[in-house]
């Protein structure tokens, strides 16, 4: 006689797994931690709300999982090592402030960034764990970036930190506050318009005279 299997196999467990952090996901951007019950999550992921408590344990636990999941996406390089090496410094430039501000406008992202400022009292590391993944990790591939091409001598990059700083300062200082608080999202064109400034004076401090 051949016996029952009770239990999910492997790749079950792991889709299952997946549709009840999507489903979180979703509901935590919707609604908040605060205001999002397990019983939302469980009709959202079509599965009974014990199933959560098997998979996660708590609220808190699958709030952690999808801001890992969230990290993970972030943990993507803007930058490949290929681009940090090439010599071709203004169009490594112009891809990694496309990226970064087709970050910064869109809406998933941003109410990800809302809901962790409402949160990071409650989940201090998490805050820093998304702050790391993202924004601090954008900005070290920056500093490595600029290091290498001043060494190569494409650049000539005093302080490396510094310029990265003031690089990633401007394309954060306008467009993600506006779109937060107005929900205005601009125009692809006013975006590179403003990259190919951004780009044009940087290059202007930086790049080596004749």
Do not use: W
């Amino acid at each position: 006689m051949n016996s029952i299997k009770t239990t999910e196999q492997p790749a079950v467990k792991s889709d299952k797994r997946q549709t009840i952090i999507d489903a979180a996901s979703e509901a935590f951007l919707e609604n908040g931690y605060q205001n999002t019950s397990m019983e939302t999550i469980s009709s959202k992921a079509g599965v009974a709300k014990q199933t959560l408590y098997n998979y996660f344990g708590n609220k808190d636990a699958l709030f952690i999982a999808v801001v890992d999941q969230k990290c993970d996406y972030h943990d993507n390089a803007t930058m490949r090592s290929s681009d940090i090496t090439s010599e071709n410094v203004e169009e490594v430039l112009k891809k990694y402030a496309q990226s970064k501000l087709a970050d910064l406008v869109s809406p998933e992202n941003t109410a990800m960034f809302r809901m962790m400022i409402s949160e990071a009292i409650r989940f201090p590391n998490l805050g820093e764990m998304f702050f790391k993944a993202g924004l601090e990790k954008d900005r070290l591939l920056l500093v490595d970036f600029l290091t290498l091409q001043n060494q190569a001598g494409n650049l000539v990059v005093d302080d490396p930190e510094q310029a990265a700083l003031f690089f990633q300062g401007a394309l954060n200082a306008y467009f993600r506050p506006k779109f937060i608080m107005t929900g205005e999202i601009p125009s692809k064109e006013a975006i590179q318009q403003y990259i190919d400034y951004c780009i044009k004076k940087f290059l202007l401090i930086y790049r080596p005279t004749p």
